[in-house]
């Protein structure tokens, strides 16, 4: 892929600062868009950071990648909560498309993030990009915040990563690891749910395959061929520690304890198209890919 001019937004998450580096080191100008600058700049040395509001009329970019967003599971889905869910999601992908517009900004592609929460919870259905999704927040959340990228505007590619549970060095396994250590992992409902997990490095991996493969346009799951049940991770993880897995938190505990959010956990998907077109994974398989996550 040559030299591009690439916009980034949420890159100081956990996909982003990897996706960033990954850019940066090929070669590529990045040009993060953060309502921090300072305390971006210094997460992304290697990176041009702007303030939100800056324009960027005298740039050209090539390419817009928008991973912003306030994490899923870190506090009840409260009336207020859903709200500030909306806002860091939806609202501001409309504000980054409306923003491109109004700077003349004409990207080649813009790769927008979702997630497999799209779907609602699917049971035991297998699940491909078509499936028609059950209705719940999280798919309502997940479904406006694709449509807020798609704007006939832009006249460009959009690809929509909807993307599983990320295993790295961060998120949900850098949460899960202490507890884990501790003996204190275990099955959480009845530990059939699904649980669509990919690498962090296939996530950023497939980012930049669909900045750079013109063909790639549309929505993907970005999840492994290895999915599994949720009491089989809670297995694997347990046993690549060397713990036991003591706990067991039952669901009715969960919905009490979380109400509506209880669905993040109890729920699953069983997605089988994983992946895109001419891309090969790293991590196709669970164990070895959390033995490289959690090293």
């Known amino acids: 892929m040559p030299g591009m001019n690439i916009l980034v937004t949420g890159g100081t998450g956990f996909i982003g600062t990897a996706l960033v580096a990954k850019l940066a080191a090929a070669g590529h100008e990045v040009l993060v868009w953060s309502r921090n600058p300072v305390r971006a700049a210094q997460i992304l040395p290697g990176a041009q950071v702007v303030d939100a509001l800056f324009r960027v009329d005298e740039v050209a970019v090539d390419a817009v990648v928008n991973l912003a967003g306030a994490p899923i599971a870190a506090a009840r889905w ?10 860091s999601r939806v609202d501001l992908t409309r504000h980054l498309v409306d923003w491109l517009e109004d700077s003349g900004q004409k990207p080649k592609v813009l790769v927008s993030a979702s997630a497999v929460g799209y779907y609602g ?4 259905n297998e699940v491909v990009i078509s499936t028609p999704p059950a209705s719940d927040f999280a798919h ?7 449509a807020a990228a798609h704007d006939d505007g832009l006249d460009c590619r959009v690809c929509i990563m909807r993307l599983g549970v990320v295993l790295g060095r961060g998120g949900a396994l850098a949460k899960l690891l202490p507890v884990y250590k501790m003996g204190l992992g275990g099955i959480i409902g009845n530990g059939r749910q699904w649980l ?3 690498h962090s490095d296939d996530a950023v991996a497939m980012i930049v395959h669909a900045l750079g493969d013109e063909s790639c ?15 089989d991770f809670s297995r694997e993880l347990a046993a690549l520690l060397g713990r036991p897995r003591l ?14 959010m209880a669905v993040l956990l109890v729920g699953g998907q069983r997605i089988v198209d994983g992946g895109m077109p001419g891309y090969a994974f790293a991590h196709e398989k669970l164990a070895p890919a959390l033995r490289d996550a959690a090293g």
């Open 78 to 87: 409260s009336d207020k909560r859903k709200a500030e869910l909306r806002k």
């Open 121 to 124: 919870d699917q049971g035991d």
């Open 140 to 146: 309502e959340l997940c479904r406006d915040w694709e």
């Open 196 to 198: 669509p997990w990919v």
């Open 217 to 231: 346009n549309g929505a993907y799951n970005i999840v492994a061929p290895g999915v599994v049940r949720q009491k």
């Open 247 to 260: 706990t067991w938190a039952p669901a009715w505990v969960l919905r009490a304890a979380l109400g509506e």
